[in-house]
């Protein structure tokens, strides 16, 4: 089961048309409720799921507005009881205005306006570690975090400071490097998982700085229905989400 934003959505599409296309023959079933889709092959008793969940915690309707509960995951029940978990977190937690899903967030006992996002998203990511630690077995389920999947909306961050996205980008950046450096995103995430009690617990698929230098497998402006804006958020299939479900699969048979 991936659970979390659009890019678990591109990576969940991505697997699910290379398991496709390795049994080509095989029978198989999609169904969507709600935020959950699932990718059936009754011939191998095999589901792939994809869970709806931007931010891992709780975003609940009250009187005073929409809450982002910073310590809370009920939706947590729905994750249990499967072989494999795939989560991933970040992309909507810089929304402002109509893009922003909550009113308010909680933080403990106090409700605030908002906050520093990076703080929030490490407070959340905090309670998701405990959540993880006290409700799965590893010995029963593998647990993966997908890293952070970056953005290319600035051509300073590759060297580039005349490009404003990635409109046009053909190529790759070339080397190994970022010029841009490490996500501050992948930091906090990183401090996360390595402070957990059980570090087994959870393996880090770390795609980040191999998608980084991805500046050119951007939709743009030729996604599904087009775009005014260029999406140089999500990914094209086939491309850079296929590589992060060949790191998965050279995961999972090692361990």
């Known amino acids: 089961m991936f659970v979390g934003d659009s890019l678990g959505l591109n990576?969940?599409?991505?697997?699910?048309c290379m398991l496709h296309k390795a049994v080509p023959n095989a029978t198989y079933k999609l169904t969507r409720t709600g935020g959950l889709s699932t990718f059936i092959f009754p011939r191998y008793n095999t589901?792939?799921?994809?869970?709806?969940?931007a931010f891992l915690v709780d975003i609940v309707q009250t009187s005073a507005g929409r809450v982002l509960k910073l310590g809370s995951i009920e939706s947590g029940k729905l994750w249990k009881q499967n072989d494999v978990l795939i989560f991933?977190?970040?992309?909507?937690?810089?929304h402002t205005g109509i893009k922003q899903p909550w009113d308010f967030i909680e933080i403990g006992d106090e409700m605030i306006k908002d906050m520093d996002r990076l703080l929030a998203y490490e407070k959340a990511l905090n309670t998701w570690a405990n959540w993880v630690e006290n409700n799965i077995d590893p010995a029963k389920t593998e647990v993966f975090f997908q890293g952070v999947s970056p953005d290319h909306a600035n051509g300073a961050d590759w060297g580039q400071p005349k490009a404003k996205s990635c409109t046009k980008e053909t190529e790759p950046v070339i080397g190994s490097s970022y010029p841009g450096g490490k996500h501050k995103a992948e930091i906090v995430l990183e401090k996360v998982i390595n402070k957990m009690s059980k570090l087994e617990a959870v393996n880090l698929l770390n795609i980040t700085t191999l998608s980084q230098l991805r500046k050119d497998g951007?939709?743009?402006?030729?996604?599904?229905?087009?775009?005014?804006?260029?999406?140089?958020?999500?990914?094209?299939?086939?491309?850079?989400?296929?590589?992060?479900?060949?790191?998965?699969?050279a995961t999972i048979i090692q361990i």
């Open 88 to 94: 991933n977190s970040w992309h909507w937690w810089l």
């Open 47 to 53: 589901k792939v799921m994809f869970s709806r969940n």
């Open 11 to 16: 990576q969940w599409q991505s697997l699910t």
């Open 218 to 249: 951007h939709p743009s402006f030729y996604g599904i229905g087009g775009h005014s804006i260029p999406d140089c958020s999500h990914w094209c299939l086939p491309g850079v989400p296929d590589t992060w479900n060949h790191l998965l699969y």
